[in-house]
Structures are given as C-alpha cells and as structure tokens.
C-alpha cells in the first residue's frame, strides 16, 4: 500500500513557541493532502485540505494564521502550529490521497503528538 | 449535512466470533466507501474499500454496501484479540473536491479472549 511519513512523531514544546510538522507521501505522487487532529478518545477532526501550489481549504472553526499549511510539492505538505498554547496539545495527522478508478482512500502517516507546556 | 453514523460501541465479542460493524450514510450521491481500523494512540490503517453494491471478501474481512439503504458494512470473521481496535468508515461522494471524505465517528470493537 502507499506510504505516508510524518516528522517528528512526537514534540514537546513550550507555549508561544511555533511547531512545523512534515508530511510525505513516500511512494507516490499526493493530489491531495489532508491536515487532521484528534484529541484522545475522540473521532478524527479534519483541519484543513491542500492541493499542491495552491491555497489550503479550512474547515469552519479553524483559524488559518494559527495552523499554517504549505503544500510545495505532490509529495510534500507542511503544518506549523504558530504561537503554540496547552490548549493545542493533541494528536496531529496527516493523510495522502491519489485519484483513481472509484476514487481512492485516503492513506495516513503515523501522527505527530504535539505536547505544549 | 453529509453525514456518516456508526455505532460508538464499545461492540464486545468472543474470540472467534463474529464482529459485525455497521454505517449509515446521508449522501445518496456517495460513491466510495472505506473502513479504516485505529489502533489506540495509532493513526488510522485503510482496510478496506468497496465502490459497487454487493459483497467485497478480503482475508476475514468482508465488507458489504447496499446503496439503496444507503448502508455499508464491515463483518470480522474469526475475531481475534489483535482485531480490538475502533473501526471508521469513511464515505466519498459526488461533487466533493479534493478527494474529500467524510468520517464517522468510529465503532469500539472489543475482542474477549
């Protein structure tokens, strides 16, 4: 199957602090990707989606100049959690997709577990 | 509204049972389905996809899609404990870009040695 990495896989930071998280699809090229968020013993909260070279779409509710996302490449999409507070603590996600015959799941990387103190 | 429901569980059986886990969905439009399996603390694993109405056999895994009752589901034959997990379902339709897919909440599954 596609393999979808994430980097780091897990930050402790301290508040007011920025975090940049990677994503990359590793065996394919990524029509799209997609940034979510999960909080412990919750579903999967999708944040935001992004095609390469162009803007991110945002969910309703998530601020853009907080969660940062820049899509340089079929292969590489970046999330930066700007001004980082306790409240931004959680489990980060990144999936990749491809079209396709019937259309094509969406394939995740491991998660990143970001801690802000 | 598209939305995606599933039971929240926690769905409990037997090793070597049948886990039967079921979704509903509110796009009549809906053309792709998934089932993704989360393992506690883990990112979601994809497991499973149908696109046409019937049956789809893979391993112990069978997933089963009537688009008339807009209902697609995921049957575990031979449930082991390592199948304990919560399962997603996650539908695509017409007209959503990007790929886009929606997400249900995710079934609890439970396997008792």
């Known amino acids: 199957g596609a393999v979808v990495s994430q980097h780091p896989s897990r930050v402790i930071c301290k508040s007011g602090t920025s975090v940049k998280i990677e994503c990359r699809s590793l065996d394919f090229q990524a029509t799209t990707m997609f940034w979510y968020r999960q909080f412990p013993k919750k579903s999967l909260m999708l944040m935001a989606t992004?095609?390469?070279?162009?803007?991110?779409?945002?969910e309703q509710g998530v601020e853009k100049d907080k969660f940062l996302i820049n899509h340089a490449s079929l292969t590489l999409s970046t999330l930066t959690v700007t001004s980082a507070h306790p409240e931004d603590s959680s489990f980060y996600i990144c999936?990749?997709?491809?079209?396709?015959?019937?259309?094509?799941?969406?394939?995740f990387g491991p998660g990143t577990r970001l801690t802000v103190l | 509204q598209k939305e995606v429901e599933q039971n929240s569980g926690p769905l409990s059986v037997p090793e070597g049972a049948i886990a039967s886990l079921n979704c509903t969905y509110s796009?009549?439009?809906?053309?792709?389905f998934f089932w993704y399996r989360q393992y506690s603390g883990k990112s979601p694993e994809l497991i499973m996809s149908?696109?046409?109405?019937g049956d789809k056999e893979d391993g112990r895994f069978t997933a089963q899609l009537n688009k008339a009752s807009q209902y697609v589901s995921l049957l575990i034959r031979d449930s082991q404990p390592s199948d304990s997990a919560t399962y997603l379902c996650a539908v695509k339709g017409l007209g959503t870009s990007y790929d886009k897919v929606i997400f249900g909440p995710g079934t609890s599954l439970s396997v008792i040695p």
């Open positions: 796009d009549r439009g809906s053309q792709s």
């Open positions: 992004s095609n390469e070279g162009s803007k991110a779409t945002y």
């Open positions: 999936s990749a997709s491809f079209l396709g015959v019937g259309g094509s799941g969406q394939f």
């Open positions: 149908i696109y046409s109405n």
